[in-house]
């Protein structure tokens, strides 16, 4: 009976009823410990030292930041640090989704633990620090993907080029941050020693790849062999180049994989007319387009007309408050086109949402509620006259919107609660 109520109550509820006694405890100890959040190193040290090594097989969300925030943990040599982050991958072996945000790098001893971690299918790496003072290299990620049994998804944010991949980006205007003294990593079984960026592409089991703020500009996005069969691609542009020059790159890895993607989220314009032609467009699978807040809104008509060769059936955009009005406006603009050439462009649409992201808590929208409200309500009207289904709503602030440096958390990466909660476990398992 008391397994069956588990099973009804959120996390919160969980808690309250796990201090009934110490075999409801023990009975809610693997909900409990189904998703663990570790914001900091010390919250880490923390877990560890309270947490008896048998409860941890039962993790199998976990978001870990690597970050020293503190005095005691601040003069850590990154071996140690990574030892602990590998003592703590080794005792889960159960783990399914993983986010880890290092604050600059970990060693590389902590690439073979990744080979025992079976289950592990979503991974998450983020450079929480600046890239110029503490950079993350695209060998060490690289390899750390490759050495996951079965991975399927990966999202990387603030990841740097290694100098060994990028000899041409040094000394040259602009300045992009490159990594030294990483080509002691050692060379993969699978990959060998070309651990650049592109390699992810001979990942076979790979099926959704995201990278956002981060250099794309290695040539060998179009050369190397494709092993996997990408369903869902997501790319960002690099701060440090041109819009340009982040549309050379995104084109030239939408090429790469178009074949097999299902699903893609489009940061920068794309100019490539072949993507227009049905019979040449390497997008041929297409059938869902993102657009993000970061998109050039002056280019939507452009871009939509160049990927017409796509078989896509939803178009959603996501925006920011203040670009509501002209997001809407944009939409319209294509759909204006599309009317004006007939069924045969973009004959398969069928649905077109707007979601709207609050501004910054710091910042007000520059334009009112109003205005806002009419400028949505003249697209869903547009869109009912096309026999098209569309939707606006506020969303909640995107965690991928936020700079890669502040790291997500929640009630049970604080440290003080953390110690309260590990506090309460060792008094009810006296």
């Known amino acids: 009976m008391k397994l069956a109520i588990v099973e009804n109550l959120d996390l919160d509820d969980i808690k309250v009823f796990s201090k009934v006694d110490l075999r ?29 090594r048998s409860y941890l097989h039962h993790i199998q969300e976990l978001d870990l930041c690597t970050r020293r925030d503190n005095i005691s943990t601040s003069q850590l040599t990154t071996r140690a640090q990574t030892e602990t982050v590998v003592s703590l991958l080794l005792a889960c072996p159960c ?16 690439i073979s633990s990744f080979a025992c971690l079976p289950k592990l299918k979503q991974l998450m790496v983020v450079n929480c620090a600046p890239e110029e003072q503490l950079p993350l290299s695209e060998r060490l990620v690289v390899s750390i993907a490759a050495t996951i049994p ?30 030294f003294g990483d080509d002691d990593i050692p060379d993969h079984p699978l990959l060998g020693s070309e651990l650049s960026l592109p390699s992810l592409l001979r990942i076979p089991t790979l099926r959704k790849l995201i990278i956002r703020d981060t250099h794309l500009g290695d040539p060998q996005w179009s050369t190397t062999a494709v092993a996997c069969r990408l369903e869902a691609l997501d790319l960002g542009g690099c701060c440090h180049e041109t819009e340009e020059f982040n549309q050379v ?18 940061a920068t314009a794309v100019s490539a007319a072949v993507f227009a032609k049905p019979s ?81 808590e710091l910042s007000s929208p520059t334009t009112d509620a109003e205005e806002r409200t009419e400028a949505t309500k003249r697209l869903q009207d547009f869109c009912k006259n096309l026999s098209l289904a569309s939707a606006v709503g506020v969303v909640a602030s995107d965690p991928a919107l936020r700079t890669a440096r502040i790291p997500a958390s929640n009630s049970i990466s604080d440290d003080e609660k953390l110690m309260t909660f590990c506090d309460q476990r060792l008094d009810l398992s006296q």
Do not use: W
Request: with cysteine.
């Open 24 to 52: 409801t405890y023990q009975i809610c100890v693997p909900a409990l410990f189904k998703s663990v959040n570790l914001n900091a190193y010390a919250s880490l040290a923390c877990f560890l030292d309270n947490v008896p």
């Open 95 to 110: 783990l399914t989704k993983l986010a880890l945000r290092m604050s600059g790098s970990l060693d590389m001893s902590v």
């Open 150 to 179: 079965a991975l399927e998804q990966l999202s990387l944010d603030n990841i740097s080029r290694s100098q060994m991949h990028a000899p041409d980006l040094r000394g040259v205007y602009p300045i992009v941050p490159l990594v």
């Open 249 to 266: 790159c995104t084109e030239r890895i939408m090429a790469a994989v178009g074949p097999t993607v299902d699903e893609f989220s489009l």
């Open 280 to 360: 040449a467009t390497p997008l041929r699978r297409l059938r869902k387009l993102h657009i993000t807040p970061f998109f050039p809104l002056d280019s939507v008509v452009d871009t939509m007309s160049n990927l017409a060769g796509s078989p896509i059936e939803t178009l959603s955009m996501q925006c920011f408050e203040d670009d509501v009005v002209d997001a809407c406006s944009a939409l319209q603009d294509f759909l204006n086109v599309r009317a004006e050439r007939g069924n045969q462009f973009y004959e398969k649409l069928a649905r077109i949402d707007v979601s709207v992201t609050p501004n910054d």
